[in-house]
């Protein structure tokens, strides 16, 4: 087997605890330390804080240094008598043979205490190691242990409280704490995400967490480089560091169909941990969001932004947000972000030779090294042929997963004959290799069912007598199934799919099989051009309400086959004389007419979704065997 390159996210050691506090407890147990252990805690920061009936004991209890060695850093409070506590000096000695030894952090506060009576253990110091040598005078190498280490962290930069307010001082240190943390790459990553960590470390100091201003930034680049996974593993870093949080997604998609206000609602919701917001539109969001978060410390993720408009009412003004807020944007436009004036830029890199090999690897072969023979050559010309996108690496990766050495060569010298710089041309060899089907399944969700409930989508597809199984798709890198149940797609691959729709005829939408862009459904109904090939049509004129037509009595006629029909937006309709009886799912908002047509036979439908409609007969007798769904919401019928 050949050895993979290493990721330099294997090196990072995972902790039990972020923080080990180290203090002597009759100075400051409960005052300094304990406001500064809630301060720790109130900020999602996991800190050990020994029991005081430990301390009973003499020597320093075994849990003690087990604790100091599953913490990723000590923060030492150094007061008055910390240097009379043998207990405290055994803690420093182990703390800095684990820097020595893990790299270990230390992090000093010197709390009514100089820094210069600990280095040159003069003062106080020097009458408690006294104490120390004639209680030890047997064990010179004991006390001689504790000077040294106390020296060594005496010599360290630390925080001096001298004459501020200790709420103030508190506050500085937990922000820079919380900062070098979340610069670590000490959260629990998945571990196929293949060379995050240098493009973390340079997306945190764009950031720049510790900072008091609203900061906002962005991260650019083109689809599938990763923009997204980048942004939720930040949040999923930082999140615990912020009084309030917001993980808005595919907010393109969300707000062309619910509305820009739901967004404000889900922000709000997030937040202020609050389910009970009546917007009824975006001004009244606007007011909300700048009066209800202009205090609080919030980290918001905007994702898949295409439109300024977006900003300008999820973000508005930097003072919507309390001081120290910060806001990410994912976004494949960076003209918006010069427009809207963002504070950092972030554009992610396509991953290099050895990080794209890891990646494809562990997608081709789910293991982290390549088989020797001839599949070394062929994963390097595909990682060459993927140029480092991961999305392509990740689906090139699943689709050769499993085949011979012969299936991979014919892939890749296909791969070679459509030299298509454009991604979704890349993606096209995962397409092929899936049965007739299957192909059939992943069309129909990419052109009209992206971010549907999936057992709802599998329902209609049953009907059409596809006995989907979706999992072929998710195994593949062509779906994912959301955590809400929702049929997921990267938008490159629907565009891929759906430039294979449309690639069976380009010149007359009429002549394709499934419909879903407004000026094409447009042409085939105002001009009548379709033919029997058509199967599915979404109608939603929303973006040409100039050009409002009165569908005729016979639009439909010609569909024969057709089994899927949304309409979500129509202002004109005096009749309607036929429906195809191949129809799975009938879809029509505010449906203007109180009968279907007297032809229609149901027998093939599942789904029959008429909200706001006029409809007051469906048919005269039970005709329907199969259907599933129903729903008249709002119907006056």
């Not at 930082?238 to 917001?246: C, I, L, N, V, Y």
């Not at 947000?321 to 004036?341: A, K, M, P």
């Not at 862009?517 to 090939?533: F, G, S």
């Not at 799975?584 to 009968?595: A, V």
Request: glycine share 6%; net charge neutral; proline share 3%.
């Amino acid at each position: 087997m050949s050895p993979l390159p290493s990721s330099s996210s294997s090196s990072i050691s995972r902790h039990k605890y972020d923080v080990f506090l180290s203090f002597r407890g009759e100075d400051t147990r409960k005052s300094f330390t304990d406001h500064l252990y809630a301060a720790l805690k109130g900020r999602g920061i996991i800190t050990f804080r020994d029991d005081p009936k430990i301390e009973a004991g003499e020597g320093i209890a075994p849990e003690i240094f087990k604790a100091i060695q599953q913490s990723w850093c000590s923060v030492i409070v150094f007061s008055k008598t910390y240097a009379f506590s043998n207990w405290c000096l055994d803690e420093l000695v182990e703390i800095v043979k684990q820097k020595k030894e893990r790299g270990h952090r230390i992090f000093s506060i010197f709390y009514d205490v100089d820094p210069f009576h600990l280095r040159k253990q003069s003062g106080k110091v020097q009458e408690a190691f006294a104490k120390h040598e004639e209680r030890y005078k047997e064990d010179e190498d004991k006390t001689q242990k504790w000077r040294t280490a106390l020296t060594e962290v005496a010599n360290l930069k630390g925080w001096l409280l001298n004459d501020r307010h200790e709420s103030d001082f508190i506050g500085d240190i937990v922000n820079s704490i919380s900062a070098k943390l979340c610069q670590t790459c000490s959260a629990v990553f998945d571990d196929q995400l293949i060379g995050i960590n240098s493009r973390l470390e340079e997306l945190h100091s764009k950031i720049d967490i510790e900072g008091d201003t609203v900061r906002i930034i962005g991260i650019c680049g083109m689809g599938g480089i990763g923009k997204t996974t980048l942004a939720r593993v930040v949040y999923t870093q930082m999140s615990p560091h912020f009084e309030g949080k917001s993980f808005l997604a595919n907010v393109r998609e969300v707000s062309q169909k619910y509305g820009l206000f739901s967004l404000q609602k889900q922000l709000l919701s997030q937040v202020l941990l609050e389910e009970d917001f009546n917007l009824f539109n975006v001004h009244e969001g606007n007011v909300m969001i700048s009066r209800r978060l202009s205090q609080k410390r919030v980290l918001l993720v905007i994702d898949d932004v295409d439109n300024i408009q977006y900003l300008k009412c999820l973000v508005g003004r930097r003072d919507w947000f309390g001081l120290g807020s910060r806001i990410i944007v994912t976004t494949r436009d960076e003209h918006l972000l010069q427009s809207y004036g963002v504070d950092d830029m972030y554009k992610p890199k396509t991953l290099n030779d050895s990080e794209s090999l890891q990646l494809f690897t562990l997608k081709a072969f789910n293991i982290d090294k390549i088989p020797e023979n001839d599949f070394i050559q062929l994963s390097k010309r595909v990682v060459e042929y993927a140029d480092g996108l991961p999305l392509a690496l990740e689906v090139l990766g699943s689709f050769l997963c499993g085949r011979d050495a012969a299936q991979w060569r014919s892939a890749i010298e296909r791969l070679k004959r459509d030299s298509n710089k454009e991604i979704h041309d890349r993606l096209l060899v995962s397409f092929d290799g899936l049965e007739e089907t299957e192909k059939n399944i992943f069309l129909d969700i990419a052109c009209f069912f992206r971010g549907e409930d999936k057992d709802f989508v599998l329902k209609v597809l049953d009907g059409c007598e596809f006995f989907p199984n979706i999992d072929v798709l998710v195994k593949k890198s062509l779906i994912k199934i959301g955590k809400d149940n929702k049929l997921g797609m990267h938008e490159l691959l629907q565009e891929m799919g759906r430039k294979i729709v449309r690639q069976k005829c380009v010149n007359e939408p009429g002549r394709r099989c499934r419909l879903w862009e407004e000026r094409d459904v447009y042409h085939v109904l105002a001009k009548n051009t379709a033919t029997e090939v058509v199967e599915g049509m979404v109608i939603d004129n929303k973006r040409e309400e100039k050009e409002t037509f009165t569908l005729s009595a016979d639009a439909f006629l010609k569909m024969e086959k057709l089994r899927l029909l949304r309409v979500l937006y129509l202002p004109n309709i005096h009749d309607l004389k036929y429906l195809s009886n191949e129809l799975r799912l009938f879809e029509w908002h505010g449906y203007p007419l109180k009968f279907l047509p007297s032809s229609f036979q149901p027998e093939n439908l599942v789904a029959l979704l008429l909200p706001y409609s006029s409809i007051e007969q469906l048919w005269k007798d039970n005709r329907v065997r199969k259907l599933l769904h129903l729903m008249f919401g709002k119907s006056p019928n």
